[in-house]
């Protein structure tokens, strides 16, 4: 099994973007996902938050809750309550955060350059 990166794959580990969310997030107290190759969905010990790869990308960066390896509560929901808690830790950090979407919370970062 490969090694496991915290919250977000290997390969969007050098993106700032993505590299500054991940600050926010564990500064607001939570957890990443324990990620292993590159297939949340296969690491059925994934609990907590993380970020989908984004090598190259621009604009707001997606972040997804997970638990058990699953982005849907066992009823078939998402993770409403805590994707709420991850917008309002980005409204409070200065992201501009996307309000209609409900799977994932997407955020962008303050004018000014990230800090990581």
């Not at 600050?23 to 590159?38: C, E, N, Q, R, S």
Request: glycine share 8%.
């Amino acid at each position: 099994m490969p090694d496991a990166t915290p919250g977000m794959w290997p390969r969007s580990l050098n993106d700032p973007i993505a590299v500054a969310a991940a600050k926010v997030l564990t500064d607001a107290g939570f957890a990443p996902a324990m990620i292993y190759g590159d297939a949340v969905h296969r690491c059925t010990d994934a609990n907590g938050w993380y970020i989908p790869n984004r090598p190259g990308r621009t604009g707001p960066v997606t972040i997804r809750h997970v638990v058990n390896g699953s982005f849907k509560t066992p009823s078939g929901d998402y993770w409403y309550e805590q994707l709420k808690q991850y917008r309002q830790a980005f409204r409070a950090a200065g992201w501009q955060v996307e309000p209609w979407e409900v799977e994932t919370v997407h955020a962008e970062p303050p004018t000014e350059k990230p800090t990581a």
